[in-house]
């Protein structure tokens, strides 16, 4: 069991993929509280904004896994399709999915009017997808922190 845990603790795929989230994570609070004029910890551990955690995150751990693995491994493969997915769908259906939420929530404000109980707690998630600019900004996030990583674990 130690052995488990001190493999998983100290596996440079793993810790390069989390700091990537953290990274981006903590840029993501820091650059909202810049524009807004206002703290949120919500965006430290929230979807969406600047810049993309998910992004960062697969990104980092496709580099790691080609600096370490090589391009032709199968290792690398997956972790790039992976990477090619989750970026893909942060800009496309989860990005639809908050502008879907922010119309919805206007029209929930309009029917608030009326007397339906229903309606009062009802608030959707807005901050689910990125921009292609949030994500790319995750994407370097990414590619930088694996660098640096690598020349850390070699």
């Known amino acids: 069991m130690k052995e488990y845990i001190f493999n998983m603790i100290t596996n440079p795929y793993l810790i ?5 989230w953290a990274i981006a994570q903590i840029l993501k609070t ?14 430290l551990f929230g979807d969406g ?9 697969v990104t980092s751990l496709a580099v790691i ?22 970026c893909h769908d942060a800009m496309g ?6 502008k879907q939420a ?9 029917l608030r009017l009326s ?3 229903e309606l009062r707690e009802v608030k959707l998630k807005e901050f689910v997808g ?12 990414g590619i930088a922190n694996a660098v640096i990583m690598y020349f850390l674990f070699t």
């Open 16 to 20: 390069t993929a989390v700091s990537s």
């Open 30 to 43: 820091i650059i909202y509280f810049i524009v807004n004029k206002k703290f949120d910890i919500n965006r």
């Open 49 to 57: 904004g600047m810049p993309s955690g998910h992004s960062a995150t």
């Open 65 to 86: 896994t080609s600096l370490m693995n090589g391009t032709g491994s199968v290792d690398f493969a997956i972790a790039a399709i992976l990477a090619i997915v989750v």
């Open 93 to 98: 259906v989860r990005r639809e999915t908050g």
């Open 102 to 110: 922010v119309v919805i929530n206007d029209l929930i404000e309009i």
């Open 115 to 117: 007397p339906k109980d």
């Open 130 to 141: 990125h921009t292609p600019v949030q994500v790319f900004a995750g994407i370097m996030v």
